[in-house]
């Protein structure tokens, strides 16, 4: 059946008819927009028969899906009529732009949807429909995030003064006609002045890696955020229009610091509403609609954040200081996303510790860069706390060649990760930990999946929700630090994060093994002067011994928690 679908907003309008058997594009086209709370009924039926006509005479249309700015009330029967008129079909359906955002994102599932444009809008979205929804109030009253408010927002800061000289000047330079009194001309007596403030998004899009011009955008995401999305419970956040789409890194940013799960940001909502109907007719045909509706979630391939397109372009143009500013500026955000993680990070802890102090092992597994990670925490393990390198131990697909060069296919095999840990005498009181920044590694989802089976605590850290690893392991640790500067480079955001969490994990367990003591590494192994001299320290500090003979001790028995036992009979 051939569909035609609507875009419509109040300057244009978007239109494909589409083949809703295997939803592709049989054929795009733009008309001016449509919005009835703007143009006159003549002036929208003139309009539609002149563009709709030609269309419907080409295509058998089965069906109209019109969304579209200013399909309210009243207006929607006006559009469905037009519609009805102008192709002769007569299964016309009129939804507003609000209902085709949600459509196009979270589909069938469950999602928070919002539309940042010139104006903002947002809904919990469950099922297929709208269940919740947050009034926008226009750009006096609301419109938190939108074109209007970010440019609102800049040119006040400009006639305040509080504008940095660098933009106020590159400002003037792009706008020099653009006096104060022009500015409160075009903002208190002329028609339609949200599109006039919105017109200044380009100028902040260009100047975004200015700490200023981010920090508004920043702020004034947090305040839609805040005002417009907190009221929703926790649900993926998904978003549509060109600012969301100019703007996605501050818009990324905000969502973590308000602790919100991205679900995707998308500039036109056509690509996700063809999407909506080709599968809506598919479910139907198998007869599956309601069934899918009821779970809330549709069958999608599994989504990788890590892989994601980088919210930074044309890197080899900037300087040094401006690449190493965007690496910092995203770097900010990973120590967020481990605190969120905090409580499954906990459980882990928590439980690897019981086992542990029962002769429990801890192995990392790991391939590439994740499994670099993991023996190199497996690796400072001895050195700093004094255990035995069998305690806490990192496998790396590809063996220990693959520490300084890759090891081609050795991530691929799901069964070598098990039987690597074979060769360990692994036990079920053992704690086998799966690092893979994607969470779909092969060779560790296989290891960790077989170390489950035969009894073992397992648990995985990854940089992606709802991963394969995560379904897999009893304890999903999920660092979701968004996508990378460099796009897909792991070793950045996510790596960093495994970092964390891997330290975390193994200073703890060593604390409440009892080899530390007040804050200090007493059991270090003395593999240096260094050592020595911090060792010796340590010693002169708790019994206030002379340096000589508190050197004498830590040689004589090995390690400062010896001497100190030794000389105070413990």
């Known amino acids: ?12 309008c978007g239109w494909v008819v589409a083949d809703t058997c295997n939803g592709s594009a049989l054929h795009r086209f733009t008309t001016e927009g449509i919005n009835p709370f703007i ?10 028969h002149d563009r709709l006509s030609p269309v419907a005479a080409q295509y058998a249309l089965g069906r109209i899906c019109f969304y579209g700015a200013g399909a309210a009330f009243d207006k929607i029967d006006l559009l469905r009529t037009e519609l009805e008129r102008a192709t002769g079909c007569k299964e016309v359906e009129v939804y507003s732009d609000m209902e085709g955002a949600a459509r196009a994102t979270a589909g069938y599932g469950r999602g928070i949807v919002c539309i940042l444009g010139t104006g903002s809008n947002s809904c919990l979205f469950e099922g297929g429909r709208i269940v919740q929804s947050v009034p926008a109030l226009g750009y006096v009253l609301g419109d938190e995030g939108s074109g209007a408010v970010l440019g609102r927002t800049l040119v006040g800061d400009i006639l305040k003064g509080v504008v940095p000289v660098g933009i106020r000047s590159a400002f003037a330079r792009e706008y020099p006609d653009l006096t104060q009194a022009a500015i409160l001309e075009r903002t208190y007596r002329r028609p339609m002045p949200n599109r006039f403030l919105a017109s200044f998004a380009p100028f902040l899009a260009a100047h975004l890696d200015d700490d200023y011009v981010y920090g508004l955008v920043l702020d004034c995401f947090t305040r839609f955020l805040r005002r417009n999305v907190a009221q929703y419970p926790d649900a993926p956040v998904w978003f549509v229009g060109s600012i969301a789409h100019f703007f996605a890194r501050p818009l990324a940013d905000a969502l973590r610091r308000q602790l919100r799960e991205l679900g995707g940001i998308v500039r036109s909502p056509m690509e996700g509403l063809i999407r909506f109907h080709s599968d809506g007719a598919r479910y139907a045909a198998q007869g599956a609609a309601t069934e899918c509706r009821h779970e809330g979630e549709t069958e999608r391939p599994f989504r990788k954040i890590t892989e994601e397109p980088s919210f930074y372009d044309a890197l080899e143009q900037k300087s040094a200081g401006d690449i190493l500013r965007c690496i910092n500026r995203e770097d900010s955000c990973v120590a967020e996303a481990v605190r969120r993680a905090m409580p499954q990070i906990e459980t882990l802890a928590t ?5 542990m102090k029962w002769g429990g092992r801890l192995f990392y597994m790991g391939a590439g860069t994740s499994g670099r990670l993991g023996v190199l925490d497996a690796s400072e393990v001895p050195p700093t706390f004094g255990m035995p390198p069998t305690v806490v131990i990192g496998i790396i697909a590809g063996g220990d060649k693959a520490l300084r060069t890759p090891v081609e296919g050795a991530e691929d095999d799901t069964e070598q990760g098990w039987r690597d840990l074979l060769a360990h005498d692994i036990t079920p009181l053992d704690t086998v930990v799966g690092i893979a920044a994607s969470g779909t590694t092969p060779y560790v989802v296989g290891a960790v999946a077989a170390a489950r089976r035969f009894g073992c605590l397992t ?4 940089s992606n929700p ?7 392991a009893e304890i999903a640790i999920e660092t979701v630090v968004g996508p990378e500067v460099v796009t897909g480079s792991s070793r950045m955001k996510s790596g960093t994060a495994q970092k964390l969490v891997c330290n975390m994990i193994t200073t703890t367990a060593m604390i409440a093994l009892g080899r530390v003591r007040g804050n200090r590494m007493v059991n270090m192994q003395l593999s240096n002067k260094k050592l020595v001299d911090r060792g010796t320290r340590m010693i002169v500090d708790e019994l206030g011994l002379p340096y000589d003979q508190a050197q004498r001790l830590l040689l004589l028995h090995g390690s400062v928690q010896k001497a100190i036992e030794a000389v105070r009979g413990e």
Request: charged share 25%; no cysteine; net charge neutral.
């Open 1 to 12: 059946m051939n569909l035609l679908i609507a875009d419509g907003g109040s300057t244009k």
């Open 39 to 48: 143009r006159t009924r003549e002036e929208i039926s003139a309009l539609l």
């Open 351 to 355: 439980r690897l510790i019981e086992r």
């Open 459 to 462: 648990a995985s850290v990854s």
């Open 466 to 472: 709802h991963s394969p690893l995560g379904e897999t």
